[in-house]
């Protein structure tokens, strides 16, 4: 069995509330939320890197998404994106490459499970040859340009294309 991993627990204003809770234990009152990161990937030459989530995730098999995931106790969110990036994809980013767009919310009442999501996006220029995807997680990858990426979004199966959606533009 992995280790523990505890979350940190912000109130509505996305301040730290000195508690923290177990990774997806969804205990969280309705006014307390956890933070998430999601790390959009542009190749210099304008197209995007999408992962493909494996068929045996709960929840959106299948489904096309940017990197991301949760920020551990104690670390930023500015932190969280270059792990997660690179656990996900192999790509070694850097804060340099480091661009933080915008931050939106989602609130699940009842349900424990509120969320801060900031999005950044890095733009590089790499090999696909450099990629080295998680494998549990990934069940295949493209370098998708925005129409590519709109059209998985009209048939549904693109994750969070409505709150990310401008991540993609410009």
Known sequence: MGKVEYWDIYDKNKQLTGRTMLRNDWCLADDEYHLTVLGVVRHTDGRFLITKRVMTKAWAPGWWEVSG???MAGEKSEDAVLREVEEETGLKVTAEQREYLFTYHRENPGEGDNYFV?????TLDFDE????LQLEETAGY???TLDE???FAEQGIFLHYDSIKRAFED
Do not use: E, H, Q, V
């Open 118 to 122: 900031d999005i950044y996006r890095f």
């Open 149 to 151: 990426i709109k059209a």
């Open 69 to 71: 995931g949760a920020c």
């Open 129 to 132: 040859s450099d990629l080295d």
């Open 142 to 144: 493209m370098l998708a």
